[in-house]
């Protein structure tokens, strides 16, 4: 398999995923500015919809779209305990979280990072985040991750999207819980060998 990543984007989800199921991939690296892959091909020729993640599987069929990239590697290694075992409740509720990620917290920091807004633009989306922000810390506030003990794909999303935080320029400061659970997540063997990866540590 290969992914495709830009450096500290929402494919750093998949790539801590890949690394925790333990299977063999390449990545290569994708720039967001000219849509080029590191070895120089279009990328949108190879996905039109022009971002990151893509996995190339091993047949040539490519999967895009986190929620269903990082469901296909926990269920390609099911013994990993990225996701609970498919047409369980609990794997109903990680889709849940998984589908909430995606509408409600990633794309409210678009416009963070959407060339052109204001400076107004920009406190008004982080003022708009503070919801989202609130609902995940209250749920994660003395639990483990998202859904538990266990460490899931949805965490490995949610670490992705938080660490836009200080990118952007603003902090996690009023949510200690979330601050605590960036943390302990940052500091799992894998997470932090694909933030090394990344040339994010």
Request: charged residues 15%.
């Amino acid at each position: 398999m290969k992914l495709y990543f830009s450096p500290g984007a929402c494919s750093l989800a998949p790539h801590i995923a890949l690394l925790a199921t333990g299977l063999p991939f390449a990545a290569e690296r994708v720039s967001l500015r000219t849509r080029l892959t590191q070895g120089g091909a279009d990328f949108r020729a190879l996905s039109p919809k022009g971002y990151v993640p893509a996995l190339e599987l091993e047949d040539g069929r490519l999967l895009t779209e986190n929620q269903v990239i990082l469901q296909y590697l926990a269920d390609l290694a099911p013994a990993s305990g990225l996701a609970p075992a498919y047409g369980s409740f609990e794997r109903y509720q990680l889709m849940e979280w998984l589908a909430w990620l995606s509408t409600e917290l990633h794309k409210r920091f678009s416009p963070l990072f959407t060339p052109g807004t204001t400076e107004e633009g920009k406190q008004a989306a982080w003022a708009a985040l503070a919801a989202p922000l609130n609902f995940v810390a209250e749920r994660i506030d003395g639990a483990g991750y998202l859904t538990g003990a266990q460490f899931t794909v949805a965490d490995a999303y949610l670490f992705a999207v938080l660490n836009w935080v200080g990118f952007a320029g603003f902090s996690l400061d009023p949510w200690p819980a979330l601050q605590a659970y960036q943390a302990r997540v940052a500091e799992l063997p894998v997470v932090r060998e694909a933030l090394r990866r990344e040339g994010l540590q």
